[in-house]
């Protein structure tokens, strides 16, 4: 914490020297830039709205001008109803703390260019996670302010009727919290895992660097394996004994804004599905190849457990989740199960080299589409894609070239419509977390850069990343505890009902939501797509926060951190 005031100190002083020197310039909001700042030698562009000027400048905190340019006219952006003009000082690589002014009458929050930019972001985005365990207090050493005691001992949870099942309870302790929510979720917990995994795989020396103050660090082993192998435990805790996963473990309902250690609903198990099963196989495959070398006793149950389970899905392949009546947690609703397949049999080849898992993979050869990523569903999919891009040489030269292709294709076209479009990004729905859409796109061009080392796909994974800490309609930067137009009432419940003015940090926000699914209880002030948003706890529909929104930004932030220097 002691770090996050001393970034308000400054962002405060800076603002004050700026207000003292800077003339008659005001901070607006009608200025949009990433608030964090920008890499030396990193694209760095900015978007105004609703303005007559052609010119900016970029002043330090000096008053002295370092740059100017010209702004772009971009139209106007339906999603928004805002005339965009896009600035561009790329050139302008020298380390410092700045911020734009134009017509010498509004400035921009201030940024700073320099390197490691996103060190902090990095740690804060995966210790969210740590403040996220069930079933262990948040201690003061690790937590600071946001210490807490023990949540969901989670050791006798019921079996719901849907698990056709009438006596004994499971003892199912661990594991995170999936959101703004108290409730465990299998197949978001094995994508959120699978996303972070990678970063582990390509980097794992850079990411030994990233020291997180867990109860764990200091064991010799990366933070973020012991992060993860938090979940994973948890994760193991969800298979029955003929191989099959349970789907979720949550109350009847979502219950009220208070701390875990004060909630006492009874928790339900509920039952096996195929996507819950498959995912569940697919991460403890991916989990035991790359654990391998840390604890070979835990990599092999891991693996044994997810052979099993991949048996039984293969014999259960079309049961689909659907919450029972008395039941109103959230749903991960989804009926297609091909994705799910793939991700397993890729990861369990990967893992064993097995005939059986490759031929399994050809079985969804006509499914070889790499998917744009618009909802966690479609990400199951470019999981195993990934994976198997990173494995290349186990692949057969054809079928290796094929996904090469394929995934640079897909990047091709996030690229172009980051061309065409005014806030340089690639976006045109706004969804239910459609900051994790943002940062998924820029996920798939990081994975493009570091298949191809071509820099056109780092410049766009750095345009979508821009959006998160600044650059779009609202204004806002997506990441608590970061920016200076910071959130500051997620949907999440710690955060709500733990006393502290500023919410848990390192958490991305759902983001701009259209569907609006909340506006019975949220009065959103803007019309348009892209500014539906409302910073208020009530809103679950663009104000909350998810494990499998985090996961993209760990990936995306590691890699930046790890390739810019
Ligand atoms: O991210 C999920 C989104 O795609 C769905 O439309 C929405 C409604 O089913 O649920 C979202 O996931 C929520 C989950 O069901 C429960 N925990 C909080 C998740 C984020 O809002």
Not at 260 to 279: C, F
Not at 406 to 433: F, S, V
Not at 449 to 472: C, P, R, S, V, W
Request: glycine fraction near 8%; charged fraction near 25%; charge should be negative.
């Amino acid at each position: 914490m002691k770090k996050l005031f001393a970034l308000s100190a400054f962002v405060l002083l800076f603002l004050n020297a700026c207000d003292s020197k800077k003339g008659s310039a005001k901070i607006s909001d009608q200025i949009r830039i990433n608030q964090i700042g920008f890499y030396p030698s990193s694209v760095k562009q900015f978007t105004i709205v609703d303005t007559e000027a052609s010119t900016f400048k970029v002043v330090d905190g000096y008053k002295n001008k370092v740059f100017s340019g010209e702004l772009v006219d971009q139209g106007v952006w339906d999603a928004s109803g805002e005339k965009v003009m896009l600035g561009d000082f790329s050139s302008f690589t020298a380390p410092g703390a700045y911020y734009i002014v134009v017509n010498d009458t509004i400035a921009s929050y201030p940024f700073k260019i320099q390197k490691e930019l996103y060190r902090d972001a990095l740690r804060k985005s995966i210790k969210s996670y740590y403040f996220q365990r069930a079933s262990m207090p948040i201690e003061e050493e690790y937590g600071d302010i946001y210490q807490r005691g023990a949540g969901h001992p989670d050791d006798q949870c019921i079996y719901h009727p849907s698990t056709g099942r009438t006596e004994g309870t499971l003892n199912s302790p661990g594991g995170w919290y999936d959101a703004g929510d108290y409730g465990k979720y299998i197949v978001n917990a094995s994508l959120s895992v699978g996303q972070m995994l990678l970063i582990l795989e390509q980097f794992p020396e850079f990411m030994n660097n990233v020291g997180l103050n867990i109860p764990e660090s200091g064991n010799g082993i990366i933070d973020l394996w012991d992060e993860l192998r938090y979940e994973l435990d948890w994760i193991q805790t969800m298979q029955d004994d003929d191989g099959g996963v349970f789907f979720k473990l949550t109350a009847l309902g979502f219950g009220g804004f208070i701390m875990p250690e004060d909630y006492d609903l009874d928790r339900y198990i509920r039952g096996k599905t195929t996507a819950s099963t498959l995912d569940f196989a697919a991460v403890l495959a991916q989990a035991s190849r790359l654990y391998k070398d840390i604890d070979s006793e835990w990599s092999a149950k891991a693996l044994e457990a997810a052979k099993k389970a991949y048996t039984w899905a293969e014999q259960n392949d079309n049961i689909p989740f659907k919450n029972p009546e008395d039941v109103s947690t959230g749903e991960y609703g989804d009926s297609e199960f091909s994705d799910d397949f793939f991700w397993a049999s890729s990861e369990l080849y990967l893992a064993t080299k097995e005939d059986q898992y490759k031929v399994a993979m050809n079985k969804y050869k006509q499914e070889y589409k790499h998917q744009l990523a618009d909802s966690w569903k479609n990400f199951v999919r470019n999981v195993g894609f990934h994976s198997l891009l990173e494995n290349r040489d186990m692949l057969d030269t054809e079928f290796a070239n094929f996904l090469t292709q394929g995934h640079t294709a897909l990047a091709d076209d996030i690229l172009q419509k980051i061309g065409q479009h005014p806030y340089r990004i690639a976006l045109d729905n706004y969804e239910w977390g459609s900051n994790s859409d943002i940062l998924n796109q820029a996920y798939i061009l990081c994975v493009a850069h570091k298949l191809t080392d071509d820099e056109k796909y780092l410049i766009g994974a750095e345009q979508m990343n821009d959006y998160i800490f600044g650059k779009n309609a609202t204004g806002y930067s997506f990441l608590t505890g970061f920016g200076a137009k910071k959130v500051m009432f997620p949907h999440h419940r710690p955060s709500g009902a733990d006393s502290i003015a500023d919410p848990v940090p390192g958490f991305i926000l759902g983001g701009p939501n259209n569907d609006r699914q909340d506006g019975h209880l949220v009065e959103y002030t803007s019309e348009f797509p892209a500014k539906a948003y409302m910073d208020v706890e009530a809103s679950f529909a663009s104000n909350e926060v998810c494990i499998n929104w985090n996961a993209p930004a760990v990936y995306v932030l590691g890699y930046l951190e790890q390739v810019r220097k």
